[in-house]
């Protein structure tokens, strides 16, 4: 039973990479992942100094797509195995990449775009959840573990 659990999970793991096809073509400057993200990403860092007159240090797109498809790739594997790694790395890449690509912010709300990239935000962000509920899963089964230990039975002479 706990195999068949594992292989579909793999499966799945397998099926979401097939997904990213949005990666191919990488080349020397991101390619289109890159291209596509560069407007995005700018309107995210207008948006930060525009509301906390902070400004935020440049990024090389290039870099930043391969931070995603590696945060991605080794965090959805670690995850299919178990591992809170694999959840915190997968956390890590929502928690960056949510309020980047999903802008409904810049949208007015009777625009097309703000209800798509809106339902979108929320999925992202019920992804979140869930991976917060997987890594609370496992710490509670951890610590229950230490704290059930078995007191030593008394001798009866």
């Known amino acids: 039973m706990a195999r ?7 499966l ?3 099926l979401s990479l097939h997904g990213s096809s949005r990666f191919n073509g990488f080349g020397d400057d991101g390619g289109r992942a890159a291209k596509s993200l560069r407007p995005k990403f700018n309107a995210f860092v207008s948006h930060v100094t525009t509301h906390t007159g902070q400004q935020l240090p440049p990024v090389d ?3 930043l797509v391969a931070a995603a498809i590696a945060l991605k790739g080794i965090g959805g594997l670690l995850f299919v195995f178990g591992s809170s790694l694999g959840a915190y790395l997968l956390l890590l890449h ?6 980047i690509l999903y802008d409904f912010y810049n949208y007015d709300v009777d625009k097309k775009e703000f209800s798509q990239l809106f339902s979108k935000f929320t999925q992202s962000l019920a992804l979140l959840g869930a991976l917060l509920f997987f ?16 007191a030593p039975k008394a001798k009866a002479n």
């Open 4 to 10: 068949d659990h594992f292989i579909s999970r793999f």
């Open 12 to 14: 799945m793991f397998l």
């Open 61 to 63: 797109m290039k870099i």
């Open 94 to 99: 929502q928690a960056v990449a949510t309020p």
């Open 135 to 150: 890594i609370g899963m496992k710490n509670s089964r951890r610590h229950g573990r230490q704290l059930r230990k078995k």
